[in-house]
């Protein structure tokens, strides 16, 4: 009996995720003395401790711009990009 309830669960499409979320990267670029650089922040979440972009989500009360904007700052301390 129980062979056939894992056979009838491999049938069923597993649930990753019962919400949708949108979010934001930034991809900062700067040259300096001829030399390319990009803007990376140390991750605070898991996975720790690794260079990523600076990005997160999108609050359902705020546009793309916005979201990316406030991201930018609380991640990097950074304003007024172009």
């Known amino acids: 009996m129980a062979k056939k309830s894992l056979d009838r669960a491999k049938d069923k499409p597993k649930i990753i995720c019962d919400s949708h979320a949108v979010a ?37 009360v705020e546009d793309l711009e916005d979201a990316a904007e406030r991201e930018l700052y609380e991640e990097t301390g950074v304003r007024n990009v172009y």
């Open 24 to 60: 934001v990267d930034m991809a900062i670029f700067t040259v300096i003395e001829d030399d390319l650089k990009v803007l990376l922040i140390k991750r605070r979440l898991e996975p720790k401790e690794i260079w990523a972009l600076p990005g997160g989500f999108v609050r359902k």
